[in-house]
């Protein structure tokens, strides 16, 4: 804690992130008692400009949370109407048909939506209900108290010199304490980060693995449109370089979702995902969708892909980690809001149940056993070895063997491959550079493939200047000194964003055009760079992704 005096706010239950899952936790506190002070606190300059996500929703964890939300007007009316799957080589398509395919895989009854127009809907619910929601409010820090549990954040913590020390216009922020704080910040969050060390939460787990997702939204030609299609690929471009896939998402309006997702346990740094994402765009299949049509929108995030086994410990004294902050996707169906969703009902649950026997700032065992055993951990056991298997076996046998090994777990409960790991991280993964050819990528043309600074232009980032950079070096010597002459300095081919060049010898960090996808904390090989978060309403302003 900081010597900084603050003034406070007592709650009962403060949430730090307005996504599905805190959301969902802040929902379900005020159905369970009226009278609980919740707050929740999101560092985008609203609720829904940082959501990013493909999205085909489950409802399961709506149904389960707000059953009348069709009655209610939630942003959720484009029903998947059609099921593709496609490999993919240079020039031709190979379907695959959907009959082999487990029942899991099947999107009937799911919805292709914004995520950030649901939790858009999601917050006026949760406002309606006398939550306190407050956006533009990032946590910069933990509070703990004198046991070691953690008593509340720091919130809306405002105007630092880039050297970090107060302007004429510094304002402090407020502490909001209290009995139990929940962490929903998405992928690799910066509090989550400090808490999983602090607590060894992932001690016994798999370390987690995670993809970069890119995402772009196009207006198309209306004749090509068809709503409710749900298009997935995987091979090229990618082959054997990487592991990932795409999905193209016909919502109404004559919009389409075009996304790219690569495994960021690539081994070589060479590897340039954002423009093997806008390769793909040109593969005879896609162009002809995008000929004629606009881009709108683009953004980029990280993606949780460890499953079951990478789940850290949930609960720590104080609190519990919700959401993409424990890693809930289901890889093969690239779902995970509605896990999202069931584990802030479980939270806020345990939280009732402790607040009203009399307890705070103890640890939520039953949160924690019920993700684990219930319908989050269910959906998960289910599909914990495809992932690996994909990295083990590359994409064809991983294919053959996931498959089989979903249908058991389907029929059977049971696997014959156990619980596979996943041994390294996915900076530990990235081999040295001479080991690897680079790979010459083609020139983006400007009208289906774009290049990075002008694509970035459509995800409306923006932060303030005069702040202290966001993006943190553990020791500034390392790009130049370690990885460039070790790993070509990666950081300029695997940000989404370009935020990292190396000019004239030096390491640039251009955290202006940040979009908060956390690759770098995730990727960087030597595990130097630290993302924290800049100040409030900061970022990326995602219109309907």
Partial sequence: ??????????????????????????????QLDADLQVVVLEKGSEVGAHILSGAVLDPCGLD????????????????????????????????????????????????????????????????ELGVEVFPGMAC????????????????????????????????????????????????????????????DLSSGHEPQKFGLGMKEIWEIDPDKHREGRVTHTMGWPLGKNAGGGSFIYHLDNNQVYVGFVVHLNYRN?????????????HHPMVAELLEGGKRVAYGARAITEGGYQSMPKMVFPGGALLGC??????????????????SGKAAAEAAFEAISAGRSSDELTSYETEVRQGAIG?????????????????????????????????????????????????????????????????????????????NVSFSMTNHEESQPCHLTLKDPSVPIEVNLPKYAEPA?????????????????????????CKTCDIKDPSQNINWVTPQGGDGPNYPNM
């Fill in 140 to 199: 910069s820090e933990l509070i703990y108290g004198d046991n070691g549990e953690v008593k509340g954040v720091v919130a809306g913590e405002f105007g630092k010199n880039p050297d970090g020390t107060p302007s004429d216009a510094y304002e402090p922020g407020m502490e909001l304490h209290g009995k139990y704080v929940f962490i929903s910040e998405g992928v690799r969050g910066s509090l989550a980060k400090e808490l999983i060390a602090r607590y």
């Fill in 378 to 454: 269910k959906d998960l056991k289910k599909v914990r070895n495809v992932k690996p298997m994909w990295s083990k076996w590359g994409l064809t046998p991983s294919l053959i063997l996931g498959g089989f090994d979903m249908w058991t777990n389907n029929l059977l409960g049971l696997s014959i491959f156990g619980t596979m790991k996943h041994g390294k991280t996915d900076a530990e993964a990235t081999e040295l550079a001479d080991k690897h050819q680079p790979i010459d990528y083609p020139r983006p043309d400007g009208k289906i493939s774009f290049d990075r600074l002008t």
């Fill in 64 to 127: 389960a949370l707000i059953p009348d939300w069709r009655e209610r007007g939630a942003p959720i009316t484009v029903p998947v109407r059609e099921d593709q799957f496609y490999v993919l080589g240079e020039a031709g398509r190979i379907r695959v048909p959907n009959w082999p395919m487990p029942p899991l895989m099947s999107n009937h009854g799911n919805y292709i939506v914004s995520m950030g127009n649901v939790c858009r809907w999601m917050a006026e619910q949760a406002e």
């Fill in 269 to 281: 740094p060479h590897l340039y995902p954002y423009m093997e994402f806008q390769r793909f765009k």
């Fill in 1 to 30: 804690m900081s010597e900084t005096t603050r003034e406070s706010m007592e709650y009962d239950v403060v949430i730090v992130g307005a996504g599905p899952a805190g959301l969902s936790a802040a929902i379900r506190l005020k």
């Fill in 492 to 516: 300029q081919r695997y940000c989404p964003a370009g935020v990292y060049e190396v000019v004239d010898g030096n390491f640039v960090i251009n955290f202006q055009n940040c979009v908060h």
């Fill in 325 to 342: 902050s424990v890693g809930m996707v289901n890889v093969p169906r690239i779902k995970g809001n509605h896990n999202a969703m069931l």
